[in-house]
């Protein structure tokens, strides 16, 4: 069965650097996704992305984040200047984009920011 | 603004018994609820979808009723098993994002 898979599973940087997590999607899907979860929450949505732009974006997401859909496999999230706060689970997650459609969702990667 | 939550955030059970797990959903206009499992360390894992128009839809081992008078979704396991142990969360999808709820942790002992 296809699967998202991210990369890395793990993320250690220092507070103010940049980090770019990457994720490959469901080869036939069209809408993308990134949640974060930090550590005993619920997951929060962050941003959706379709036909090469954001469609809808949480307040969470702000000017230091970024998505980016490079080539026609690779989905990529990146935080410009990490905080100490920003330390959470991320997941990725593709859709076919048909209307109440589920979304699947890759196993994630550990960001933690020191 | 939406918000969907749990009634009980742990839920221990005996293997073997059956499970239900709650959730309260705000939006009363939602009309896609999904279910997840999550284990530790890994993603959010389907489980059963349920559009607004039907009030049960069973999986294997699952089912899930709606009750859109109240507000109300819940997540029916049948005998239990020790790999049902995790994370379970709700969702409504509005189509270009899901909000989840707040889970709740199930634990099966033999």
């Known amino acids: 069965e296809p699967e998202v898979t991210q990369t890395p599973s793990h993320q250690v940087t220092q507070m103010g650097q940049e980090v770019i997590l990457r994720c490959v999607p469901i080869s036939n899907h069209l809408y993308f996704y990134w949640y974060r979860q930090i550590l005993g929450q619920k997951v929060e949505f962050l941003v959706s992305?379709?036909?090469?732009?954001?469609?809808?974006k949480s307040e969470i997401f702000d000017d230091q984040f970024s998505v980016e859909r490079p080539d026609g496999s690779n989905f990529t999230l990146k935080i410009r200047s990490t905080k100490l706060e920003d330390s959470a689970m991320y997941f990725c997650?593709?859709?076919?984009?048909?209307?109440?459609?589920?979304?699947?969702f890759g196993n994630g990667t550990r960001l933690t920011v020191t | 603004g939406e918000s969907v939550g749990l009634h009980l955030p742990t839920l221990s059970v005996q293997e073997g018994d059956n499970s239900i797990i709650n959730c309260a959903y705000s939006n009363s206009a939602s009309d896609y609820f999904i279910w997840y499992k999550q284990e530790s360390g890994k993603g959010p894992q389907f489980i059963i979808d349920i559009r607004s128009n039907m009030d049960k839809r069973q999986g294997q081992r699952v089912t899930v009723l709606l009750n859109k008078t109240v507000t109300h979704l819940s997540l029916q396991i049948a005998a239990t098993q020790p790999g049902d142990s995790a994370v379970y969360f709700c969702a409504e999808n509005g189509f270009q994002k899901l909000v989840f709820g707040t889970g709740t942790r199930l634990l099966v002992s033999p």
């Open positions: 997650a593709s859709s076919p984009g048909r209307e109440n459609s589920p979304l699947h």
């Open positions: 992305f379709y036909n090469n732009e954001i469609s809808e």
